[in-house]
């Protein structure tokens, strides 16, 4: 049985961990894709409520009623709103400590959003490294194997 090299050994070693953090940087922007969806609908309903201050009572509204369906309607107040507090709890809140509560969640995931993009290019840096080490190693790992063919072959002629 040939024995591994110390260049196979670590061709093989980066490779495992190349595998590892290509499926880390694909979680992260899994995650980072989560967080922006996430920031995109608080945002739009912080927008809503900017809408709703400016029309005021009595504004058309349409609202989904699910499977792209809406249901004309009327505001009648925009004192009080319902807000999503997470983990599937909703309160009904006055009008400006909603939007508080929205701009915090916003800040919330704009922040993680960062921290992920840092992580993201960490890893992505890691993997250009990585990259980068199997390539030389695969340039001499040929050249071995070229070397190696070719003592086989001139101890086949020899052989003769």
Not at 31 to 36: A, E, I, Y
Not at 92 to 102: C, G, H, M, T
Not at 104 to 130: D, P, Y
């Amino acid at each position: 049985m040939k024995k591994m090299s110390n260049d196979e050994e670590a061709f093989r070693r980066i490779m495992a961990e190349l595998r590892i953090l290509e499926g880390t940087a694909e979680a992260l922007q899994n995650r980072m894709n989560l967080v922006s969806a996430a920031r995109t609908e608080l945002s739009f309903a912080s927008a809503t409520i900017e809408g709703l201050e400016r029309e005021g009572k009595g504004a058309p509204l349409l609202v989904p009623i699910g499977g792209g369906s809406f249901i004309k309607a009327k505001v009648t107040t925009i004192a009080d709103l319902v807000v999503g507090m997470g983990a599937g709890v909703s309160a009904e809140k006055p009008r400006k400590e909603a939007k508080k509560i929205l701009e915090k969640r916003i800040g919330e995931l704009e922040n993680s959003e960062q921290a992920f993009q840092q992580q993201l290019g960490q890893v992505l840096e890691r993997i250009n490294v990585n990259k980068q080490h199997l390539d030389e190693l695969s340039a001499r790992l040929s050249g071995r194997q070229q070397v190696d063919v070719r003592k086989a072959k001139n101890r086949t002629q020899r052989a003769s």
